[in-house]
C-alpha cells in the first residue's frame, strides 16, 4: 500500500489533520493507496500558494509565449509517461487499459493546443464617440481557479479545465474526487518536471462536503470549474454565487440515442455499444436512452443482446476485456437499485439485471451489462442518471415524435443518431436540444470542439476556442491624451 501526499507551493505534505482517505482497486476490492483526507485550513494553504503564485513571481512576470511554451513542454512530459498515467487511472477507477492509455497518449494535445492558443489572444481597438479619447479592450486572466473533478476520467476531464486556465495565465487548485485522486497526484509530479513555478498548480485531496466546500467558499479564489452530478453544481453554483464567482459546470446527462429506419444497423449497433458500455455506462455523454424506429426494434434488439452476450468482463488491464468494473461501491450499490426500480416499473430486463458473479471476477465490482425494452420515457431510469452499464429502449414513428421524446428530459447534455438520409443529418441537429450532436457516431470529443450542455447539464462550454474566455476577463481601458478635463460636472 502507498501513502499519497498532496501537491501544495511546489512540495508534497500530508494533512494537517494527519487523517488518510484509502483508496480501493475496483477489480480486486482490495486497498492499494491512501491519500491525505485535507482539511479547510490544506485548502487555504493552496488557495494562498496559488494567489501569491498569480500575483507575483515568475509566473505573473511571464509572457504569454513563454507561457504557451511551457504548456508545449508539459505535453511532451505526459506524452513521455502516459503508461504510467494510464496504470495509475486502471487501478483507481477500474477503466479499462486499453482507453486509459488512448487518452493519456491524447492529452497532449489539450497542452499543445492551448500553448498555441497563449499568444494569440488578441484584444481590440474599438471606434469611440468621445471626441479626443483613445479605447481599447484586452482580455486578462482571472486569477484563482478551483477545479473540482470526478472520479470515471480523472485526467481527461481535469486537463480540460487546466490547459485554457493555464493558457490565459491563471493559477489553479484542483481538488479531485477522493474516490479518484491518484493519478491527478501523478500529473502533478509532471507539472514538477516540466518546470513549472511552484504554486501555479496545486492539488488537495479529501471530500467535497470539507475541502470541496472550502474551496468553493474561498475568497481568493474567483472561478470554480466543476464536473460532476447536477445536484453538485446546484451546490456549488448556490455557494458560488454568494460571493458572485463564476463558475462552469459540465453536469449530468440523459442523452438520446437514435436509429432511424434507414440505418446502417450494423453499425449503428456498435456505436450503441460504445455509447453506453464502453467505460461500463460510467461517462456523462452516456446514450442511455435508446430510441428505435419501431419498424427496425426486434431485429435490432435481437443483433445487439447477441453482441453484448459476448462481452467480456474482467481484468481491465487485460486487452481481451470489453468491459470493466463499476469505479466505485456506492456506485455500484446506486446502479443495482436502478435495475430493481425499472422491474418495478414494468420494463422488461431482456439481457443481464443484476450483479456479474463469474468466479473469475472475484470481489470486484462488477454489474452484467443490462437492457431494458418496454420503457416509457416517464420511467425513472428513462429520467434519471444511472451512470452504469444499464440501457433503456423505446421506439418511436416519425422523426417528430423521435425529436420530442429525445428532448422530454431535464438534461442536454449530448444525443446522437444514426441514419442514411442527408437531409435528415443536416436538419435534424438543430432540432435536439444538446450541447453535442453526433451523426453516425458517438462519443467522439476533441480539443478542437467546444463540449458542454443545455439545461440541467450544465454552464459554459470547455475545449476549443471557447474554452480559453471562460477564464479571461474583458478590460476597456480609455486614454485622454491630453490630460484635461473640461467641465468634470458633465459626461465626457
Not at 42 to 62: C, E, K, L, N, Q
Not at 189 to 205: Q, S
Request: aromatic share 8%.
Amino acid at each position: 500500500m502507498r501513502d499519497l501526499d498532496m501537491y501544495i507551493d511546489g512540495g508534497w505534505r500530508a494533512s494537517a489533520t494527519g487523517r488518510w482517505i484509502e483508496t480501493k482497486n475496483p477489480y480486486t476490492n482490495r486497498v492499494w493507496a491512501r491519500i491525505p483526507e485535507a482539511s479547510a485550513e490544506d485548502v487555504d494553504a493552496a488557495v494562498r500558494a496559488a494567489h501569491a503564485a498569480f500575483s507575483d513571481g515568475p509566473w505573473a512576470r511571464m509572457t504569454a509565449s513563454d507561457r504557451g511554451l511551457l504548456l508545449h513542454r508539459l505535453g511532451d512530459v505526459i506524452a513521455a509517461n502516459a503508461h504510467e498515467l494510464a496504470d495509475l487511472e486502471v487501478r483507481d477507477n477500474g477503466k479499462l487499459m486499453v482507453e486509459m492509455l488512448g487518452q493519456m497518449k491524447y492529452l497532449p494535445r489539450w497542452f499543445q493546443y492551448y500553448g498555441g492558443l497563449a499568444d494569440k489572444i488578441e484584444g481590440s481597438v474599438p471606434p469611440t464617440d468621445k471626441v479626443g479619447m483613445f479605447n481599447y479592450v484586452v482580455h486578462e486572466p482571472i486569477g484563482v481557479v478551483g477545479a473540482i473533478t470526478p472520479w470515471n476520467s480523472p485526467l481527461l476531464l481535469t486537463v480540460w479545465k487546466l490547459a485554457p486556465a493555464l493558457a490565459a495565465g491563471n493559477t489553479v487548485v484542483v481538488k479531485p474526487s477522493e474516490f479518484a485522486s491518484a493519478s491527478m497526484l501523478g500529473l502533478a509530479r509532471l507539472f514538477e518536471e516540466a518546470g513549472f513555478p511552484k504554486g501555479v498548480v496545486n492539488v488537495v485531496t479529501g471530500y467535497g462536503a470539507e475541502a470541496g466546500r472550502a474551496l468553493v467558499e474561498h475568497p481568493l479564489v474567483e472561478r470554480i470549474a466543476f464536473t460532476g452530478s447536477d445536484l453538485g453544481g446546484a451546490k456549488i453554483s448556490e455557494a458560488a454565487g454568494r460571493q458572485f464567482k463564476r463558475v462552469s459546470l459540465e453536469l449530468g446527462g440523459k442523452s438520446p440515442h437514435i436509429v432511424f429506419a434507414d440505418a446502417d444497423i450494423d453499425a449503428a449497433v456498435k456505436g450503441v455499444i460504445s455509447g453506453i458500455f464502453a467505460a461500463a455506462g460510467q461517462t456523462c455523454m452516456a446514450g442511455s436512452r435508446l430510441l428505435l424506429h419501431a419498424s427496425i426494434h426486434d431485429a435490432f434488439v435481437e443483433k445487439l443482446v447477441v453482441r453484448m452476450r459476448e462481452a467480456r468482463l474482467g481484468d481491465p488491464r487485460a486487452a481481451d476485456t470489453d468491459v470493466g468494473p463499476i469505479a466505485t461501491e456506492p456506485q455500484l450499490a446506486k446502479v443495482l437499485d436502478y435495475i430493481e426500480i425499472a422491474k418495478a416499473e414494468g420494463a422488461r430486463c431482456v439481457l443481464g439485471g443484476q450483479r456479474a458473479s463469474d468466479h473469475r471476477l472475484g470481489e470486484g465490482w462488477f454489474v452484467e451489462p443490462t437492457i431494458f425494452t418496454g420503457v416509457t420515457n416517464q420511467m425513472r431510469i428513462a429520467r434519471e442518471e444511472v451512470f452504469g452499464p444499464l440501457l433503456s429502449i423505446m421506439t418511436f414513428e416519425t422523426d417528430d415524435e423521435a425529436v420530442a421524446i429525445a428532448n422530454d428530459t431535464p438534461y442536454g447534455l449530448a444525443a446522437g443518431f444514426w441514419t442514411t438520409d442527408l437531409g435528415r443529418a443536416l436538419s435534424l441537429p438543430r432540432r435536439l436540444r444538446a450541447g453535442t450532436v453526433w451523426v453516425n457516431a458517438y462519443r467522439v470529443v476533441s480539443y478542437l470542439a467546444p463540449f458542454g450542455g443545455f439545461k440541467n447539464s450544465g454552464i459554459g462550454r470547455e475545449n476549443g476556442l471557447a474554452a480559453i474566455h471562460e477564464y479571461l476577463e474583458t478590460k476597456s481601458v480609455f486614454i485622454n491624451p491630453k490630460s484635461s478635463i473640461a467641465n468634470p460636472f458633465t459626461l465626457q
